[in-house]
């Protein structure tokens, strides 16, 4: 546990991020610990920006920071080989936060995953099409914002209504993102991080 590097993250102290994660990569902390750790001072930011006590310019700063600090931690995960199925994943659409996408795109590749990253604001149609082209068993979305919870539930309804939806299994993620949006939403399971996604993921995908 490093509360350090919480609050560290919680105050945007980039000098004594950059110092916490150099010492508890030396003490050999695997990676997914110290992203967590990131990911909870991150939430805190969250917590400072909705009680105004921070503004749009530091919710930007901690992204930056965040990136700072994963660019520390190199590749994240084992030796990147596709052993395993498609996992097709995206920000739906008017929703930009990459983040925890990003990271559990390089976790899933790097468990055996092949990925298809379809980037962020990602419109329902992208979706289809590309359950159409890779054809995946299992698809991921993420979504950050309580205001675009209506639009998963509509790409998801969509890709029923394409007739595809008893070929995947939907998984959902991101800060906001609970087990009654899930239910919502009408999709299959609510990952809290990336490792949960991965086990997910191989569950689906029968292996
Ligand atoms: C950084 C940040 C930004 C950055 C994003 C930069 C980027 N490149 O992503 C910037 C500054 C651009 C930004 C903008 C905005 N943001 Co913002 N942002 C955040 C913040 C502080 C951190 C998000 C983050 O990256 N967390 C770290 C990652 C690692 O965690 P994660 O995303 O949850 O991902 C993990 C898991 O959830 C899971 N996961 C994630 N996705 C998926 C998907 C699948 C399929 C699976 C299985 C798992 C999974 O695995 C990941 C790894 O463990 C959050 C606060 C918070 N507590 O989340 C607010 C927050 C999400 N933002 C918020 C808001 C309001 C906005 C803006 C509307 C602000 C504005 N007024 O303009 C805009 C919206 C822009 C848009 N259209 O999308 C609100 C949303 C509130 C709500 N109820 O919807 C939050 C919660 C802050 C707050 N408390 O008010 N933001």
Known sequence: MSQKLIDAMADLDEDLIVSEVKALVEKKVPTLEIISYLQEGMGIV????????YFLSELIMSAELFNTASALLGGIGGAASSKYGTFVMGTIYDDIHDIGKNIVTTVMSSNGFHVVDLGVDVPTAKYIEAIKEYKP??????CLLTTAFDNVKECISSIEAAGLRDSVKILIGGGPVDEATCKYVKADHVCRNAQETVEYAKKYMGV
């Open 137 to 142: 068993k299992v698809i991921g979305i993420s």
């Open 46 to 53: 969250g917590k400072r920006f909705e009680q105004k006590e």
